[in-house]
């Protein structure tokens, strides 16, 4: 029996995460829900209950980039919530800049080490914020002939190819400041829990008002941590960069 295993066994490493609640809630009087102001001048529970939607999306958008991985309850009243992980959880590659200066080289050096660590699975997305997309631009525009005409003038570089590894760049509004992402989308996924997507449902009520909440049960699927990186703590003062 020495010779054969006595229990299942399992090959690689197992990742794992939690649930996690985006919700809030709109309580309108019917009086003030059919009386319009300078703001509204639909329905009022109706849009406001759509804009709380909107603003749950933003706190997910958000959470994508800070989000830590926190065991809680989510029963009722409960005090720890739990939190699930998300690309700040599972990246498995950083690559600190000690403050220097960013250059498009630092994008070739990383390019390589990817290259060497996970061959052709290395991520071809580039995501940052706008101020370090803007830097991203300086980069090179004093070294190329303008794409310009009498009345505009392109400064903008939406990818670079470095021959083994091309690299296009997208910026995104709720990335922090300083940090690039490596990363493929297609290996990130929300998923929400069984009839717990986003949903507006009618909360009990008693009186003459409206009262509806909104929200999302999901986690946070990355199937492909090892190919995800990180380029963080490097010089984010775009005036410390050349312009034209």
């Given amino acids: 029996l020495e010779d054969y295993a006595l229990s299942p066994f ?3 490493v197992q990742y794992y995460n939690y649930p996690m609640r985006f919700s809030g809630a709109v309580k309108t009087d019917r009086a003030a829900d059919v009386t319009p102001n300078y703001e509204l001048m639909g329905m009022q529970h109706d849009e406001r209950v759509r804009a709380e939607l909107e603003e749950q999306h933003v706190h997910l958008e958000q959470w994508m980039y800070r989000g830590r991985r926190q065991l809680g309850s989510l029963s009722q009243g409960a005090i720890r919530p739990s939190f699930m992980g998300t690309i700040q959880e599972f990246v498995e590659n950083t690559y600190d800049q000690s403050a220097a200066a960013l250059t498009i080289y630092t994008f070739e050096t990383v390019a390589l ?3 060497a660590l996970v061959g052709k699975n ?3 997305q580039l995501i940052m914020s706008r101020n370090s997309k803007a830097i991203v631009n300086r980069l090179l525009n004093p070294r190329r002939r303008w794409d310009q005409n009498t009345t505009s003038l392109n400064l903008v570089w939406n990818s670079v190819d470095f021959g083994f590894r091309t690299y296009n760049i997208m910026d995104q509004f709720w990335c ?3 940090q690039i992402w490596g990363m493929n989308t297609r290996d990130l ?6 009839s717990m997507g986003w949903h507006e449902r009618e909360l009990p009520n008693a009186g003459e008002s409206k009262y509806t ?3 999302m049960d999901a986690t946070f699927e990355a ?4 190919a995800m990186f990180l380029i963080s703590n490097w010089d984010t003062t775009i005036a410390n960069y050349p312009s034209l």
């Fill in 113 to 115: 080490a990817m290259d």
């Fill in 189 to 194: 996924k929300v998923k929400p829990y069984r």
């Fill in 213 to 215: 909440g909104v929200g």
């Fill in 176 to 178: 922090p400041d300083g």
């Fill in 223 to 226: 199937s492909a941590p090892k």
């Fill in 122 to 124: 290395a991520p071809n």
């Fill in 10 to 12: 399992v090959w690689g």
